[in-house]
């Protein structure tokens, strides 16, 4: 069974970091792209940042190019997105999701999905 758990969520202030992780089982993480993705309320999922199954390449949202960043660690079968700079319209639900063909920024591309957790950044 293939599950992908969230955490690291959160209520901060506007300015602050936050790191969020995305740990997997249930396959063989290595093989994976690993993508975030965010939904904020009446909005659609958006793509927020995708990193090869290496860690070699990685890909960001115009929006947080340069304030998020996405390292994963293949020993520990674990992704993670670390914030910076947070800002009020990054409040949203953040969805980590695994990929066995590439790394895209595009939702449909994605096999497996996380449940979620909530990032609020209040102004």
């Known amino acids: 069974q293939v599950q992908l758990v969230e955490s690291g969520g959160g209520l901060v202030q506007a300015g602050d970091s936050l790191r969020l992780s995305c740990a997997a089982s249930?396959?063989?993480?290595?093989?994976?792209?690993m993508g975030w993705f965010r939904q904020a309320p009446g909005k659609d999922r958006e793509f927020v940042a995708a990193?090869?199954?290496?860690?070699?390449?990685?890909s960001y949202a115009d929006s947080v190019n340069g304030r998020f960043t996405i390292p994963r660690d293949n020993d520990k079968n674990t992704v993670y997105l670390q914030m910076n700079n947070l800002k009020p319209e990054d409040t949203a639900v953040y969805y980590c999701a695994a990929d066995r063909d590439t790394y895209s920024r595009n939702s449909r591309d994605y096999d497996y999905w996380g449940q979620g957790t909530q990032v609020t950044v209040s102004s």
């Open positions: 249930g396959i063989i993480f290595s093989n994976y792209g």
């Open positions: 990193i090869k199954w290496s860690g070699s390449i990685t």
